[in-house]
């Protein structure tokens, strides 16, 4: 059988120059955008690790590298187009030397299948990687806008405010639960204000979320208040026979905050020229 490694490894300066050319000329990408001088070096890297596993049993080494090259091009936010461009290229020119350079058609087949073999086994590693990647960066992404949907801010000693924004379910109420907990704690409220001016719909599941938050913050010597209560969602919560008793109501921030100042026997006064 040919030494399909040997081959490539004499024709990898012309695998180097076709495959590079042919991503600048093809990709819509990021690769379109680089210059020959400026993509031939990471071909380089790539197509080495394609000549280590022409000589395995066990190929691995060019899949690897594209896990690698796909988990964090993914995390850049990049399109896995590109990166299964740079493959097909890659496959497609070492196919054409073998092709060229192997006369046997039985080890012609036999290098082809094992190329393919490669190649196949790359791909689907990036494919892995990518999505393991894109996963990651949506779940941050999503920690990321529950926190800025509710966050926990000293307003003044003893003062803190929560602010919900869009639709409360039941993972990020108990979500919401542990930061307004872990808030009352850190800062040592004693009156917590929760604004609902950002909740679209009031119903008995979230004012239940409410009313537990309002319980569990009592535990912690902490009053709650309930602000940003809009007509409509004033009516929803008529209609439903919500009892928010148990928890202190009013129009706006404003109006809350005067009344946790009040509480703590403080008020706001002008300034003395």
Do not use: C
């Not at 850190?186 to 009156?191: C, D, T």
């Amino acid at each position: 059988m040919a030494d399909i490694a040997a081959i490539y490894h004499d024709y990898f300066d012309v695998a180097v120059d076709r495959t590079t050319e042919r991503l600048i000329h093809d990709s819509r990408g990021m690769y379109g955008s680089l210059t020959h001088d400026e993509l031939r070096p990471r071909v380089v890297v790539g197509l080495k690790e394609l000549l280590r596993d022409l000589s395995e049993q066990d190929p691995h080494y060019f899949g690897d590298f594209w896990a690698r090259i796909s988990h964090d091009r993914a995390r850049q936010g990049y399109r896995i187009d590109d990166m299964q461009l740079a493959v097909t290229i890659a496959e497609k020119v070492a196919r054409e030397i073998f092709i060229e350079q192997i006369t046997d058609p039985d080890e012609r087949l036999a290098a082809v299948e094992h190329l393919m073999e490669i190649v196949t086994q790359a791909r689907v590693a990036l494919s892995e990687a990518f999505i393991n990647a894109s996963e990651e960066v949506i779940h941050e992404q999503a920690a990321i806008v529950e926190e800025l949907s509710s966050p926990i801010i000293p307003i003044y000693e003893g003062i803190v405010v929560l602010t919900l924004v869009g639709s409360v379910d039941s993972r990020r109420a108990s979500q919401i639960m542990e930061g307004l907990l872990s808030g009352i704690t850190e800062n040592q409220a004693s009156v917590v204000i929760i604004d609902i001016t950002g909740v679209p719909v009031i119903d008995t599941g979230v004012a239940n979320y409410l009313l537990q938050a309002a319980r569990a913050a009592r535990l912690l010597g902490a009053q709650v208040m309930l602000v940003g209560i809009g007509p409509e969602i004033a009516q929803t919560i008529v209609q439903l026979g919500i009892d928010l008793r148990d928890i202190t109501t009013s129009a706006n921030l404003q109006a809350g905050l005067e009344y946790a100042l009040d509480t703590l026997g403080l008020e706001i006064v002008p300034r003395r020229r």
